[in-house]
């Protein structure tokens, strides 16, 4: 089923891990908002732009940061010609056209942000535009809403409030099986059978790690960097430093103990 998946779509390459696919079709399909949490670099922005593809519909895709607004979301007036114009933001154009809007990492927003797709999170499924008199604008057929986090680095700071989670299904993510891995990162980058492989053994020894202090571990994306950089003529070992190990830390003593289990597992 997950290979026949990826050989039949078209677009965006994605290896479903479990049911993602049809939990996301079926929230599409009953008009539900979806919540994607997982961690940094396991695929949740190509998993979108795959069902984006697969329902044939557009993707607007917004990296949320602490200065966002909901005018950033919904959009603003602004100068054209001398005249003033209103501008839709992404989300409102996603309203209006009937496409995907994604929320990347979305505790990064605001509180005062997020709260400002609550009406299209539930089953009112509409924006109401402050900006142009209380506008309220129905989401068009094919709309859907999608956000995502990194449960890793959530605290009391940063966190969905339980008011935004519960208009939303649930979808977890996490680094897919070596095999289905292997089959990703071969894919994706043309390396040989033996690097992928010592790279695949590399990252679930960084997996495993559990006192080293390390906040994020080694991703699908680092590997896919990795298999990038070898196959574009670095040695295997000097691939995973730069691509694996690097992104990882700053610190000299975890960079040692990372770098001893590079050589651990990589011929050189």
């Known amino acids: 089923m997950v290979q026949e998946v990826a050989e039949e779509t078209e677009g965006p390459y994605y290896v479903p891990v479990g049911n993602e696919v049809e939990v996301f079709a079926a ?35 917004v990296s949320c940061h602490e200065d966002i607004t909901a005018s950033d979301l919904l959009g603003r007036h602004v100068l ?5 114009v209103w501008v839709d ?32 999170a539930d089953h009112r499924r509409e924006l109401s535009l402050e900006r142009l008199g209380g506008q309220r604008v129905e989401a068009a057929a094919g709309f859907g809403l999608v956000v995502s986090y990194n449960p890793g680095y959530q605290s009391v700071l940063k966190d969905l409030k ?5 208009r939303m299904v649930a979808i977890e993510l996490g680094f897919p099986p070596a095999e289905l891995e292997r089959e990703i990162v071969l894919h994706e980058t043309g390396a040989t059978d033996s690097t992928v492989d010592e790279l ?13 202090g390390l ?28 691509a694996m190990v690097g992104p990882l830390t700053d610190d ?3 960079t040692e103990g990372l770098t001893s289990v590079v050589d651990t597992y990589i011929g050189g």
């Open 200 to 212: 695949i053994t590399l990252a679930g020894a960084i997996r495993r790690l559990d006192d080293f």
């Open 80 to 84: 054209q010609g001398g005249d003033t």
């Open 27 to 61: 929230a599409y399909d009953a008009g539900l908002s979806v919540m994607l949490k997982g961690p940094t670099g396991c695929g949740k922005t190509r998993f979108v732009e795959f069902m984006a593809h697969r329902f044939g519909v557009g993707l607007n895709t």
């Open 162 to 166: 339980v008011s935004t989670r519960q």
């Open 89 to 120: 933001g992404p989300m409102t154009r996603s309203v209006r056209e009937g496409s995907l809007c994604y929320l990347d990492e979305i505790v990064e927003a605001r509180q005062d942000t997020i709260v400002a797709i609550h009406p299209l």
């Open 252 to 254: 000299p003593l975890i």
């Open 215 to 242: 906040r994020e571990v080694a991703s699908t994306r680092t590997l896919i960097a990795a298999g990038a950089l070898a196959s574009a003529g670095l040695s295997t070992r000097d691939a995973a430093m730069a």
